[in-house]
C-alpha cells in the first residue's frame, strides 16, 4: 500500500524500514517518483542509504548516493526498450450501399445506353427484266487531240487597229 508524505508529494513510497525502537521514523526504502527525485538537506532523514526511487516517466531508477541527511540521488540505470507491438490489420471498408429505385413521380432519368451497332449495307440484287432501275452511266470517252489550225491567210496580215494604254498594248483588230 503507498504512503504519501505531504513534504515530497512527488514520491510514493512503496517500502519502509521498521519502525526503530528509539521513536525515530522508519526511512524510505523503496517507491516510485514523478521525475527527478528530491535532494538536498531539507529531505534529510526521509531516505534510507541506497534507496531506490522508480521514475514513473520512464526516466530510469534512482539510487540514494548521498546520506540520510543529505540524499542525493544518481540514475543508475533504464531497461532495454521493449519492441514495439504489433500494428494490427486495417479494418474492413464495407460495400456501398443498395440505391432504391425511382419513385412513380420521380424527376431522376437514368442513364442513356450506348448507341447500337450499324448493320453492313444489304446486297443489291440484279435487275429484273421490267425493272425501272438504270445502271450507272458510264465514263465519258476520250476526246481526240486538235489538229493544227489552216493558214488561211494569202499574204501578210496588217492590223487594222492597235489599242494601247499606259505603254501596254490592250487590243489588236486585224
Known amino acids: 500500500m503507498a504512503y504519501l508524505n505531504p513534504l515530497i508529494p512527488t514520491v510514493d513510497i512503496q517500502q519502509m524500514e521498521q519502525p526503530k525502537s528509539n521513536g525515530s521514523a522508519p526511512l524510505i526504502t523503496f517507491g516510485t517518483v514523478l521525475g527527478t527525485p528530491p535532494a538536498g538537506t531539507t529531505y534529510g532523514g526521509l531516505f534510507s542509504l541506497e534507496c531506490i526511487l522508480q521514475d514513473i516517466t520512464g526516466a530510469g531508477a534512482y539510487q540514494n548516493t548521498g546520506t540520510i541527511a543529505n540524499p542525493q540521488w544518481t540514475l543508475i540505470g533504464t531497461g532495454a526498450a521493449g519492441a514495439t507491438g504489433y500494428t494490427g490489420p486495417t479494418g474492413y471498408t464495407g ?80
Open 95 to 174: 460495400p456501398t450501399g443498395y440505391t432504391g429505385p425511382s419513385g412513380a413521380n420521380s424527376t431522376v432519368t437514368g442513364p442513356i445506353g450506348p448507341t447500337g451497332y450499324t448493320g453492313p449495307t444489304g446486297y443489291t440484287g440484279p435487275s429484273g427484266a421490267n425493272s425501272t432501275v438504270t445502271g450507272p452511266i458510264g465514263p465519258t470517252g476520250y476526246t481526240g487531240p486538235t489538229g493544227p489550225v489552216g493558214n488561211f491567210s494569202t499574204g501578210p496580215c496588217v492590223p487594222a487597229t492597235i489599242t494601247v494604254v499606259n505603254g501596254l498594248v490592250t487590243n489588236v483588230t486585224v
